[in-house]
């Protein structure tokens, strides 16, 4: 079965960082394009950020410059380092795989003073 599990969420002040992870089982993400997905309450679910297999990232633009995705092969797991974060930046944080459509359960951030 593939599951794809988040974690490294929790209450930063703004201005602070946290690295949130994305573990795979059943599945090796050193093939996947993969992607980095978050929703704060009352709002759609919104793309974040994305890694080729190769290792290039994307960001939309209110994250470019604070926030840095990474993978490593060895331990399949995807990672999102965000600094100088903002209570704007509060939401679920889900990592997704598109080719199949795999979520995963998702990890609470709060940016909050």
């Known amino acids: 079965q593939v599951q794809l599990v988040e974690s490294g969420g929790g209450l930063v002040q703004p201005g602070g960082s946290l690295r949130l992870s994305c573990s795979a089982s059943g599945i090796d993400l050193s093939g996947y394009y993969m992607e980095w997905y978050r929703q704060a309450p009352g709002k759609q679910r919104g793309l974040v950020a994305a890694?080729?297999?190769?290792?290039?990232?994307g960001y939309v633009d209110s994250v470019k410059g604070r926030f840095t995705i990474s993978r490593d092969n060895a331990k399949n797991t995807i990672y999102l380092q965000m600094n100088n974060l903002k209570p704007e930046d509060t939401a679920v944080y889900y990592c997704?795989?598109?080719?199949?459509?795999?979520w995963g359960q998702g990890t609470q951030v709060t940016v909050s003073s």
């Open positions: 997704h795989e598109p080719s199949t459509n795999i």
């Open positions: 890694i080729s297999t190769g290792g290039n990232g």
